[in-house]
């Protein structure tokens, strides 16, 4: 089984909202990614969890507030964002280095946001 | 000069015709190679995950890795319309969690 799942599929939300997306797999990979897409752009990566520890932040603004609540889940909290947050955001898992040769990132369907 | 380059396409094919995706780099370091296939509004599924140089095939579909000229390919054989979608190769480095991703080929297969 390499699925990643992701909830919801479809998001609107107004600037003033609080949301939260969900990422589950059940894998047992040890390392989990945020990435944002917008329209015909590749993935850009968000966070990186290793091991529930956050590993990577690339600069990412303060109203998106990643959490790894244990080695299945992570969510996305988000607040007060703008109507360039507008995106597909993608979940993806993957082995860690410490235990496999290869750790191969599987992507969730994403979910797609809209921010009016 | 980008780090990987990738022609957006639309690369537009007869249905059974042999497609050839194509992706450069000029990280030397670089030693994972992977395809992904995404649909429209769907996120990307992993097709192909290589390690160095050389080929490798499953299926309909063969990458190919010529590290000395920091070249990938990805051939589709015998294409199918339901093939029609964005490709995008990716890479890494050896022991580094960040995947660096080309932008994208939209392809087409007409039937």
């Known amino acids: 089984d390499t699925e990643v799942t992701q909830t919801p599929k479809h998001l609107v939300m107004g600037m003033t909202n609080k949301k939260s997306l969900k990422c589950e797999q059940h894998m047992g990979h040890r390392a989990m990614y945020w990435y944002k897409q917008k329209a015909k752009k590749p993935p850009e990566l968000m966070f990186v969890?290793?091991?529930?520890?956050?590993?990577i932040n690339e600069s990412v603004p303060s109203r998106f507030s990643p959490e790894c609540p244990n080695s299945s889940l992570l969510n996305l909290h988000l607040h007060a964002l703008q109507p360039e947050d507008s995106a597909l955001y993608l979940c993806?898992?993957?082995?860690?280095?410490?235990?496999?040769?290869?750790?191969?990132?599987?992507f969730g369907p994403g979910t797609r946001l809209t921010v009016t | 000069q980008k780090e990987v380059e990738q022609d957006p396409g639309p690369l537009s094919v007869p249905e059974g015709a042999i497609v050839s995706l194509n992706c450069t780099y000029s990280?030397?370091?670089?030693?994972?190679f992977m395809w992904y296939r995404q649909y429209s509004r769907k996120g990307p599924e992993l097709l192909m995950y290589?390690?160095?140089?050389g080929n490798k095939e499953d299926g309909r579909f063969t990458a190919q890795v010529d590290k000395s000229s920091k070249y990938i390919s990805l051939f589709i054989r015998d294409s199918q319309p339901s093939d029609s979608a964005t490709y995008l190769c990716a890479m890494r480095m050896n022991r580094d969690d960040k995947i660096i991703f080309g932008k994208g080929t939209r392809l087409h297969i007409l039937p």
């Open positions: 990280n030397s370091a670089f030693q994972y």
């Open positions: 290589t390690y160095s140089s």
């Open positions: 969890y290793s091991y529930e520890k956050l590993s």
């Open positions: 993806a898992s993957s082995q860690t280095k410490q235990v496999a040769e290869t750790y191969e990132q599987y």
